[in-house]
């Protein structure tokens, strides 16, 4: 059974950079099977897609911050990790990685737990 | 990007109840709908993909119905268990976008 845990700091100052690492157990992200995500909840809102990374190093980000973010993988450490500068407090949310599958019809089929992040000085 | 609108923003239902939420979306998205469960404090869960099929292990009290831009998720037989938000996401184009939720209350 795949297993996706967020970590990271739960507080960032603000104009500082945000940094977070998904780690993945039972699976190997090197495998090509999937696109591995971030996907953000803003407290009591929906949901907002970040970005994406394969495996190869290939990646797509979410237009609104994509000149802000950077999305990394280390497929010796099955990790992937995403860095956020310059936050504000309109950053401050639970940060979700996900998988998704590259073939199948599936959307984001597997979560990890999420993780805080409080942008406050 | 492709705006999801979900209908009701919130519900109030009772055990038993047959309740049916909306998804609209801004264009054509195909069949590319996946529907998530939330519960408090926990990360979203996958209930249907490709706006019909249910993923492993989810029980057949919900179904998933819809293509190009109309989409529904219906619960037959509301449980305790069932009370949660609910959202519905586009993949069809990127970036990938959420409807807004709908809460799921006891009556």
């Known amino acids: 059974q795949v297993q996706l845990q967020e970590s990271g700091p739960g507080l960032v100052k603000p104009s500082q950079t945000l940094s977070l690492t998904c780690t993945v157990s039972?699976?190997?992200?090197?495998?090509?099977?999937?696109?591995w995500h971030w996907i953000r909840q803003h407290p009591g809102k929906g949901l907002e897609w970040i970005g994406y990374?394969?495996?190869?190093?290939?990646?797509y980000y979410n237009p609104s911050l994509k000149s802000r973010l950077t999305i990394s993988i280390d497929t010796s450490l099955n990790q992937f990790s995403l860095k956020l500068n310059s936050v504000t407090a309109a950053d401050s949310a639970v940060y979700y990685c996900?998988?998704?599958?590259?073939?199948?019809?599936?959307?984001?089929?597997?979560w990890g737990q999420g993780t805080l992040v409080t942008v406050s000085s | 990007d492709v705006l999801m609108t979900q209908s009701p923003s919130s519900l109030s239902a009772s055990v038993g109840d047959r309740v049916t939420i909306t998804c609209r979306a801004s264009q054509d998205i195909s069949n590319y709908l996946a529907w998530f469960q939330q519960k408090p404090g926990k990360a979203p869960k996958s209930l249907i993909y490709?706006?019909?099929r249910l993923e492993s292990g989810v029980p057949s009290k919900f179904s998933g119905n819809g293509s190009g831009t109309d989409f529904t998720l219906t619960i037959s037989s509301l449980q305790p268990e069932d009370f949660a938000t609910y959202y519905c996401?586009?993949?069809?184009?990127?970036?990938?976008?959420f409807g807004g939720g709908t809460k799921v209350e006891v009556k």
């Open positions: 039972g699976g190997t992200i090197s495998s090509g099977d999937y696109y």
């Open positions: 996401q586009q993949y069809n184009t990127y970036p990938p976008t």
């Open positions: 490709a706006a019909s």
């Open positions: 990374i394969y495996y190869s190093g290939h990646t």
């Open positions: 996900a998988r998704r599958p590259r073939i199948t019809l599936r959307s984001f089929d597997y």
